[in-house]
């Protein structure tokens, strides 16, 4: 067993892609070098950050629209921005996921339905009439608008009447004869006027049928359109976009006075996926620049996008902040975003309020959002669940009161909301790189991290055991009994922190080293003094009531250490956590044996997906540098869409109607990938649109499978090994 020093991490852990330091306001530290992270992509100098725009991704309780919240109202306090915000997610029945800060700020909420606008008012130049009234029908009707039903619409928009969306279904209905005789006129206009009528009879009645307008100002510090209480899959989403994009781009942004603005998507898949509202989305992305205008995108993920336009708005994002995801999640993103290797495999580890942060071309930070206590009640997006957390506390405190007649302990020092970002208080700055505040003592106690993880503090117990144990091999060497105790105390902080693998791991790695995993408690019992040993850590109950400060000789709490000494911690354990190797051959070579003895060179399953049966495999080559994976439909199964995903190789194949006399194919597809050895596994993701998959709906179901050359396979979601099929191929 070779046991590497700590001072070797510093030269194996990722760093900063760049030392570029950006202007503008404070977003957080970095948590690769502890400096501080600054940001406000308009000041940045053109050449090193061509465009403005941003995207925020990660999974629930990531912390990205906190960081969102926390960017919009810094750039609107400090350089006098303006926001508009699409806000069609959040359990805030009051104004949707952003109305406490919207109200903070000094905004508006405007209420879906409450916003109305005429798309044949005259307050908009006749192209904009147009390209707004196509908008609502492709958001019905997406097939409604063929070259004759243009006409149609055109030559109706140009009639007298058509000065409200129920005069301009009147024209479609009964039009006057033009280059084109009405008769004709009116069979092309079918289309389009069964589809506006679901906005003067039909469920979308009151949005876009009055006569009037009622627009918002354009001087607000913040307005926000809310979306929250309407349908996800409703036509009303993207019917409503269309309206406020062309409200933006034809009104706001020409007579907004701010110096720069700022339109926000939130939970931003709604719209991306209407092809009337990514068109019109990729226009202000495209002219962003020249309409001192940044988009910012917030969602879960992008495979909620599919695999059409609405993932290529993704690569117009300069500046993407990426939070906790799955593994599959991360390496799409990874790929699409152009992330190095180190960076992907952190995004799963992640915690609340970290994000992977991409910058330009070349800069890649971690970085932790640093919130003030103002900030961190404005975007609070977890009260309910908070609510839940707290009746479960306030019934087991009252549980305690009857048990033994004191009061439980109350500390509310660690609030372990899905927020989780770091709080800073008001009166400390920032924005200061110096490290000003107090810091770690020289030495770390086994029973303070314990303590820590028993609180529920994992990442701070976590960082302060890393610390703890540099400080040991600094003073007492790299195999001394010091430095060793602190992978017992590191596995038992797994433990209470529910990580039982890496508790069994850090435990292998003590008998490895030929000691016992107690042998420092057995040495503590039988020694003559009163004292503990130095390396003495007791169990202390988890339900033991701490002493009332000031009250009746009891000794006082030790004050809770502040949050940049945890910063502090953590950034240093980052930069120096010990690296542990094996250099076990024969354990080695016993593995590689049991391998080769296991290797069969391909894996072949059945399974279904969206009602389709559908048969995968994994081939290796004979020199074991790479895997041909495969996918076969039989046609009787009527798939619509086929496609395979493995690395960044791709096949796909959509089924066109057959022509007389024409045999349907089966399916077949295929991806060679490269492996670094004849036993690495494989993963393939197959999607299928099955018979009755519509090309315009949400991305077809998915599969993610997980080859080994062994002939087993893993279904990656649930975790459960698959049936092995007979197969030509072996």
């Given amino acids: 067993m070779i046991r590497l020093p700590s001072t070797h991490a510093a030269i194996t852990a990722p760093l900063v892609a760049s030392s570029t330091q950006f202007p503008g306001i ?69 104004g949707g996921e952003w109305a406490p800060l919207v109200r903070d700020l000094g905004g508006r909420i405007i209420k879906a339905g409450a916003f109305t606008l005429n798309p044949c008012s005259d307050l908009f130049p006749a192209e904009v009439r147009e390209q707004l009234v196509r908008s609502l029908i492709a958001a019905v009707e997406p097939a409604a608008l063929g070259p004759q039903a243009t006409h149609a619409l055109q030559h109706a928009l140009n009639h007298p009447k058509s000065d409200s969306l129920n005069g301009l279904v009147d024209a479609l209905v009964r039009p006057q004869d033009g280059r084109w005789p009405a008769r004709r006129l009116a069979e092309w206009g079918e289309g389009p006027a069964i589809a506006l009528s679901r906005y003067t009879e039909g469920s979308l009645r009151g949005l876009f049928d009055t006569q009037d307008a009622t627009l918002p100002e354009t001087d607000l510090p913040i307005i926000s359109f809310d979306f929250s209480g309407l349908d996800r899959n409703s036509p009303a989403i993207p019917s409503l976009m269309a309206a406020v994009a062309c409200w933006a781009e034809h009104l706001w942004l020409r007579q907004s006075t701010a110096v720069h603005r700022h339109l926000v998507l939130e939970e931003a898949w709604q719209i991306l996926l209407s092809p009337a509202t990514a068109e019109l989305i990729q226009r202000l992305l495209k002219n962003s620049r020249k309409a001192a205008l940044s988009m910012d995108v917030v969602m879960h993920t992008l495979s909620d996008l599919g695999d059409g336009k609405a993932q290529d708005l993704a690569r117009l994002c300069e500046v993407a902040h990426v939070g906790r995801l799955g593994p599959e999640e991360a390496a799409i993103v990874g790929a699409l975003l152009g992330l190095p290797a180190w960076a992907v495999e952190r995004i799963p580890t992640l915690d609340p309020g970290q994000a992977v942060w991409k910058v330009g071309p070349d800069y890649v930070d971690i970085v932790q959002t640093v919130l003030s206590e103002d900030e961190a009640r404005l975007t609070d997006t977890s009260s309910r669940r908070r609510q839940a957390q707290q009746a479960a506390a306030e019934a087991v405190d009252a549980d305690c009161v009857v048990a033994d007649g004191t009061d439980a302990d109350t500390d509310s020092d660690h609030d372990d909301d899905v927020l989780a970002t770091v709080k800073v208080s008001v009166e400390q700055d920032p924005t200061d790189g110096d490290w000003d505040w107090e810091m770690p003592p020289n030495v770390i106690d086994h029973q303070d991290v314990l303590q820590a993880a028993r609180e529920g503090r994992c990442n701070e117990a976590a960082a302060m055991a890393a610390l703890g144990e540099r400080e040991d091999i600094n003073a007492h060497g790299i195999n001394s009994d010091q430095a060793i105790s602190w992978l017992v105390t590191q596995a038992q902080v797994a433990e209470l922190c529910g990580n039982p693998d890496q508790a069994a791991r850090l435990r292998a790695t003590v008998t490895r080293m030929g000691k016992d995993v107690e042998w420092w408690e057995r040495q503590a019992a039988v020694s003559d003094t009163a004292e503990p040993a130095w390396h003495s850590a007791p169990q202390l109950p988890p339900a033991a009531s701490p002493p009332v400060p000031g009250g009746g000789g009891e000794p006082a709490r030790r004050r809770r250490r502040t949050w940049p000494y945890v910063a502090t911690i953590a950034a240093l354990a980052l930069a120096t956590a010990g690296v542990w190797q094996s250099a076990d051959d024969d354990h080695q070579r016993q593995e590689r044996q049991e391998k080769a003895a296991a290797y069969e060179g391909v894996s072949v399953i059945e399974l279904p997906v969206d009602g389709v049966k559908t048969e995968t495999s994994a081939e290796w080559s004979k020199d074991g540098r790479s895997a041909v994976l495969s996918a076969w439909v039989n046609s009787e199964e009527k798939p619509k869409l086929v496609r395979i ?7 796909k194949e959509e089924t066109q109607p057959l022509k007389p006399g024409q045999i349907a194919m089966p399916i077949h597809l295929e991806v060679k990938v490269p492996v670094k050895d004849r036993y690495q596994p494989v993963r393939l993701k197959i999607a299928v649109g099955g018979p009755h998959w519509t090309s315009d709906s949400t991305a077809p179901p998915h599969r993610v499978i997980e080859f080994h050359p062994d002939r087993t396979a893993i279904d990656t979601e649930t975790g459960k090994p698959l049936k092995q099929a007979p197969s030509a191929l072996h």
């Fill in 645 to 651: 995903d493995s690395g960044d190789q791709t096949a």
């Fill in 26 to 94: 404070p977003i957080g530290r970095s948590l690769l070098d502890g400096r501080p992270f600054h940001l406000s992509p308009v000041l940045a100098a053109a050449a090193i950050l061509p465009s403005t725009n941003s995207l925020g991704l990660g999974g629930l309780g990531s912390g990205k629209s906190t960081t969102a919240k926390a960017r919009i109202r810094r750039e609107i306090l400090d350089h006098a921005h303006q926001a508009v915000v699409i806000d069609s997610f959040g359990e805030d029945t009051a």
